[in-house]
């Protein structure tokens, strides 16, 4: 059973930056695809961006957030920069055994507890 911690949200104002981070517990972290999804009130969980060999993200934050990982660290980050009161929501770190990075979440089977991030306008 993989576990995953998220960290790093909070309150910004717009255009401001955020950085989350997800640790995740498996040894065998560098296998796995690593993607971040995010849900907004009233709204349906939806993708951000993910990791394995390549990195893929979501037209409404490309250009805006990177996400790395570091194996030795079994961590994945969020970088997210110009943000605007469109991204609050509470943001999902989603770890999947496999090299593909599928964007519907219910191919992901671990899931961490989500970090509130708030744009303030």
């Known amino acids: 059973q993989v576990q995953l911690v998220e960290s790093g949200g909070g309150l910004v104002q717009a255009g401001g930056s955020l950085r989350l981070s997800c640790a995740a517990s498996e040894r065998t972290f560098n296998s796995y695809a690593m993607a971040w999804f995010r849900q907004a009130p009233e709204k349906e969980r939806e993708f951000v961006s993910a990791?394995?060999?390549?990195?893929y993200y979501a037209p409404s934050v490309k250009g805006r957030f990177t996400i790395s990982r570091d194996n030795a660290k079994n961590t994945v980050y969020l970088q997210m920069n110009s943000l605007n009161a469109e991204d609050t929501a509470i943001y999902y770190c989603?770890?999947?055994?496999?090299?593909?990075?599928?964007?519907?979440?219910?191919?992901?089977?671990?899931w961490g507890q989500g970090t509130q991030v708030t744009v303030s306008s």
């Open positions: 990791i394995s060999g390549s990195t």
């Open positions: 989603a770890a999947r055994p496999a090299v593909t990075v599928p964007t519907t979440a219910t191919l992901y089977p671990y």
